[in-house]
């Protein structure tokens, strides 16, 4: 596999040019932001990839970028690269003659989520970088935000907020509006704050895994505060696309415990995967409100690739007392869509495509504690 700097073309030293004609005609995501309008408020430089262009320029001069370690930089070009990558899908035109992009953000996380997996980015820099397009215009409006605070602290815990900054100063820079140079000045004041919280270079430290569990479970928790750990037995819930390595785990590391598993759910009511799921998620709660009333250890082994289902059950085994492990397997691109194909359920690609898209990795936000297991190629 090529290494994932060489994919990207990432610029180095000693020129730091993009070569935008290897680039350019290399992924099919790049061509979908090619003519895509945006609007000339905020974007009179032109479409999305003009606009793409120019913020990879801006990244690549940018004093930070060129003192950082290759790895790093891999991650910042990247993010440079794929902040846009949702707008082909996103980009609506109002009555009222203005261009908006909704949920841009988000989904490009997920979009480029995709792209940097099967290219073979690493779990834990893929992650970063997809957290940096996921929050990549916060730092333009942040002081506006009633709970600052807040904000930074749930950041902090997957993007460096120093990065997130950088990669902010770049989009600012490779757009052509009016406001350019005070939202500057707000990206530079939201980096200091970064930092006066405590939080620029890695996550925001809390007393306890509690403590942080809790303070992101419940609203009006300080994130000061050192919650007493009063959890009476651990719940554990696995995450990952089909053919991951899920159901290996669990025979591996909890072969011991009562183990909920929606497709064996599914089979013993006879009900397909394309068909409504209701039924199948109503047997599988009530049979965890058994476990969870006796305070039984236990795992619960589907998919959950979203943060809201993730969340619902896990609000749901917080309220019975348990400590709560999230389990999240993946395997690398070839090697889960060779598993799939040898699978007595085969996913249908079509299916397969759109749960990748919707892939969301749990991070340290969702529980007590996230455990990442990635398979060999």
Not at 233 to 239: K, P, R
Request: charged share 25%; hydrophobic share 40%; aromatic share 8%.
């Amino acid at each position: 596999m090529t290494p994932v700097p060489d994919a990207l073309l990432v610029p180095g030293p000693p020129h730091w040019t993009v070569d935008w004609d290897a680039l350019d005609g290399r992924f099919e995501w790049i061509a979908a932001m090619r003519g895509v309008p945006q609007d000339p408020v905020f974007h009179a430089e032109g479409d999305v990839w003009i606009h793409t262009r120019m913020v990879c320029e801006s990244m690549a001069n940018l004093d930070a970028f060129r003192a950082a370690p290759l790895p790093l930089r891999t991650g910042l070009f990247a993010a440079a690269l794929l902040h846009d990558v949702a707008k082909p899908r996103c980009t609506v035109h109002e009555p009222d003659g203005r261009i908006r992009s909704p949920g841009h953000s988000p989904a490009g996380a997920n979009d480029a989520r995709g792209v940097l997996w099967r290219l073979g980015m690493t779990t834990a820099q893929r992650e970063s970088v997809c957290a940096m397009i996921r929050y990549h215009q916060v730092p333009y409006h942040w002081a506006s935000r009633s709970n600052a605070d807040g904000s930074f602290i749930r950041m902090s815990q997957t993007a460096p907020l120093r990065h997130l900054a950088w990669l902010a100063h770049a989009d600012l820079e490779g757009r052509i509006c009016e406001d350019q140079a005070a939202r500057i000045e707000d990206i530079a004041l939201f980096e200091e704050y970064a930092h006066e919280l405590g939080c620029a270079e890695g996550p925001w430290s809390f007393a306890n895994d509690h403590s942080r569990a809790m303070y992101f479970a419940r609203n009006d928790r300080d994130p000061h505060w050192a919650a007493h750990d009063d959890t009476r037995f651990t719940v554990t819930l696995m995450s990952g696309l089909p053919g991951s390595g899920k159901s290996t785990w669990v025979a591996e590391h909890a072969a011991d415990q009562p183990i909920i598993e929606l497709d064996a759910i599914r089979r013993g009511l006879g009900i397909p995967a394309r068909r409504p799921q209701g039924k199948v998620i109503h047997a599988a709660r009530e049979r965890a409100r058994e476990y969870l009333r006796r305070d039984q250890p236990f795992v619960w082994d589907a998919t959950n690739l979203s943060r809201r289902v993730r969340r619902q059950l896990v609000s749901l085994f917080y309220d019975y007392g348990a400590r709560v492990r999230i389990v999240h397997v993946e395997a690398p691109a070839a090697t889960l869509r060779e598993r799939n194909r040898s699978r007595p359920a085969v996913v249908p690609d079509d299916v397969l495509t759109r749960m990748i898209r919707l892939w969301e990795p749990p991070d340290r936000t969702e529980a007590h504690e996230v455990v990442w297991v990635v398979a060999a190629p």
